[in-house]
């Protein structure tokens, strides 16, 4: 995904803490395409979610955007996720 996706060396969980930061900040740029795949448990839905949410604030249309899941739990955890960050971001900004 990273231009520059070198593993760090060893087991510092320090430096791979960083990688993994810098990986699910690149994940998410709208301005790119990406291919999540990890270990469940690793944040895959939290990457996607927020890769939708900035792609929805950046201006695109719902139908614009395609995001595939391996499993309906995922997708429906997702789909839950960008609805309820969209409603309490919608209503914060009306004051309710």
Not at 2 to 24: E, H, K, M, R, Y
Not at 26 to 40: F, G, L, T
Not at 56 to 75: E, H, V
């Amino acid at each position: 995904m990273n231009d520059d996706a070198t593993l760090p060396d060893g087991d510092d969980p320090v430096a791979w803490t960083s990688w993994t930061t810098i990986q699910q900040s690149i994940a998410s740029d709208p301005q790119r395409s990406a291919w999540v795949s990890a270990n469940a448990g690793s944040g895959k839905t939290h990457v996607l979610t927020q890769r939708v949410i900035r792609l929805l604030l950046a201006g695109a249309r719902p139908s614009a955007i395609l995001c595939l899941t391996y499993t309906k739990a995922a997708a429906s955890e997702m789909s839950n996720r960008v609805f309820e960050a969209c409603r309490v971001g919608g209503s914060a900004g009306h004051g309710t």
